[in-house]
């Protein structure tokens, strides 16, 4: 109401620094005034102006109330002068001595006996006239005011202010707006002589509270789509701890094989064992590593059913594949079957920009009579199809359980060259005729991991910034809609 008397009073309008000065509050009080009269509609009319003026810094406060660290050099000598080492001493010391000796405002006698003195002869204050000067809102000259700047202790600063007159609709004494029509208006009539806030249609709503997906659960949404529109069906994959008979020793992979060592295995030490196996089943695993079987000569070693009860965090989901191809074989008719799994898996690695102790392995397997490594191909290209990538290659490799193996290559566009995207292979006969698959029954197999393609989608460079405790929540909550291309 102060503001609007203000108005009322001046013909062509004021300055909101002007009034801020004349009521005595801070600037900040009539800018917030301001905008709370332009919210009720035409009562006043501001037009936002921009000014700029000089101001002291902290430093130069300090030197105008104090004087200018040469004036205090001055006054800290004696008559009877002062040893340079005890000068330097002081906080102003250095900075003062400097500019006091280039106004020829104290000498030094270097021949003075014990060491350096320094005596005082006349003084000045200029700066700090200056400096007092400025806070007085007096204009220095552009030498002055540069050289004041050099020294930081002078400052320009841009102000902005309000030039206020008045609205079409002015008036000193302010009626509140209503907000809402509410029934009782309606039944007594009063909307007729209520005013009412005018609605702001070009305002943004309020964006509702809701969760968020984070980008890795975005593309496994993506993979197990792909997945389930190629009829595949999914594998339980809720079974984090496993044994080492399921993970390794099923799989073919001999107990002396680097990947079960401590480096590159986490085991547990509670439970460290597992006990219930299906025992016809493990007795043939047992006989076809150590003595051969099914056209195989084995591992020629001595298998140890204490190395395959040892419970571990499984290292890949392949373990769970081959619970479920046990089971698929116990069945008194076998059926084709395409499964599919993507989960965590875990394993003893170096941490670094692109590797973690624990990932997502995406898996998918396909059992049915008489299947070969081309149509492994053919089901690569139908599955990478659709995620966009139609460039592939295949390169022969070695897995202990697939034989045939291929490395599954990309040509990336971006970075213009071949890049690995997968593994996969043919499952061994050593692997399947022991659950008691058919002999005329081929497994094919394929596995890439779920945080390489995530990073390439969402430009991420660094493993870190995807998945642990380093994550950016911001970035979850702001990440696009992620959309494979097709």
Known sequence: EALLQLVEKADGGVDSLDVASSIGVDHQVIVGAVKSLQSLGDV??????????????DEG?????????????????????????????????KIGFSKAMSNKWIRVDKSHEGGPRIFRSN???????????????????????????????????????????RGSSFSTTLTKQETELTPEMIATGS???????????????VAPDC???????????????????????????????????????????????????????????DPALAHEFP??????????????????????????????????????TTAVSARMLYKL???????????????????????????????????GVVADYGLTLGDLMGVLHQFFTKLGITK???????????????????????????????????FRPEMLLPMGLPEDVSVIAWGLSLERPTMIKYGINNIRELVGHKVNLQMVYDSPICRLDS
């Open 211 to 269: 969760g968020h997906l984070h980008p890795l659960m975005k593309v496994r949404t993506q993979f197990r789509q792909i997945f389930l529109e190629m009829g595949f069906s999914e594998m339980p994959t809720n079974n984090f701890i496993e044994s080492s008979f399921w993970n390794f020793d099923s799989l073919f992979q001999p107990q002396q094989h680097p990947a079960r060592d401590q480096h590159d295995t986490f085991f547990l030490s």
């Open 44 to 57: 006043i009319s501001a037009e936002q102006r921009s000014s700029k003026h000089w101001e002291l810094t």
């Open 191 to 205: 909307w007729k002589d209520r005013k009412f806030k005018p609605y702001n249609f070009e305002a943004m709503g």
């Open 392 to 426: 592939l290659r295949f390169k022969p490799a070695y897995n202990p359980y697939t034989e045939p193996s291929m490395e599954v290559f990309s040509y990336h566009e971006g970075l213009k060259k071949w890049v690995e995207v997968g593994n996969s292979g043919v």
């Open 61 to 93: 406060t300090e030197l105008a109330e104090q004087g200018s660290h040469e004036a205090r050099v001055f006054g800290s000598i004696p008559l009877e002068g002062l040893p340079q080492s005890e000068l330097m001493k002081l906080s102003f010391g």
């Open 279 to 316: 025992q016809d089943y493990l007795e043939r695993v047992k006989t076809v590593h150590s003595e051969g079987g099914y056209g195989s000569q084995g591992y020629k070693y001595d298998w140890k059913m204490e190395e395959a009860q040892k419970n571990i965090l499984r290292t890949h």
């Open 123 to 165: 003084i000045q204050d200029q700066v700090r006239e200056k400096l007092l000067l400025v806070r007085s809102g007096a204009q220095l000259e552009e030498k002055d005011k540069n050289e004041l700047k050099k020294r930081k202790l002078l400052t320009e600063v841009t102000v902005k202010s309000y030039w206020i007159t």
């Open 329 to 363: 074989a116990q069945q008194e008719k076998f059926t084709p079957v395409k499964y599919f799994s993507i989960d965590r898996v875990f394993r003893n690695e170096t941490l670094d920009a692109t590797h973690l102790a624990e990932f997502h392995q995406i898996e």
